[in-house]
């Protein structure tokens, strides 16, 4: 499985972005996938999941109402849409995926055991 995390870049706050999570297999589109972010200084720490059937979601509370994790199956695809982004949103962002089929959603770090390299999002102010 190879993951490959794009879409991060320099936004002034306010704005929006849409990160990809991109698999080159099939795993995406039947496995459990998550997005994490790591700030400077900081622990990783979880940002959304969707599960693989019936795309529930799950958000943490610091991006609730302001981020959308979604799937594109025929492009062995997720999406985390950011919007009305913060300077504390500044963090690399990783996707990762869950090995077993499972028709939830995971939200520990240690639940997954796929990752993407990263891809740098900086909000500034």
């Known amino acids: 499985v190879q993951l490959q995390a794009s879409g991060g870049g320099l936004i002034q706050a306010g704005g929006s972005l849409r990160l990809s999570c991109a698999d080159s297999?099939?795993?995406?589109?039947?496995?459990?996938t998550g997005w994490f972010r790591q700030a400077p200084g900081k622990e990783r720490e979880f940002v959304a999941a969707?599960?693989?059937?019936?795309?529930?979601?799950a958000y943490a509370d610091s991006v609730k109402g302001r981020f959308t994790v979604s799937r594109d199956n025929a492009k062995n695809t997720v999406y985390l849409q950011m919007n009305s982004l913060k300077p504390e949103d500044t963090a690399v962002y990783y996707c990762?995926?869950?090995?077993?089929?499972?028709?939830?959603?995971?939200?520990?770090?240690?639940?997954?055991?796929?990752w993407g390299q990263g891809t740098q999002v900086t909000v500034s102010s």
């Open positions: 297999g099939h795993t995406l589109s039947t496995h459990p």
């Open positions: 969707i599960t693989s059937g019936t795309r529930r979601t």
């Open positions: 990762a995926v869950v090995s077993r089929y499972s028709n939830t959603y995971y939200i520990k770090e240690s639940d997954y055991d796929y």
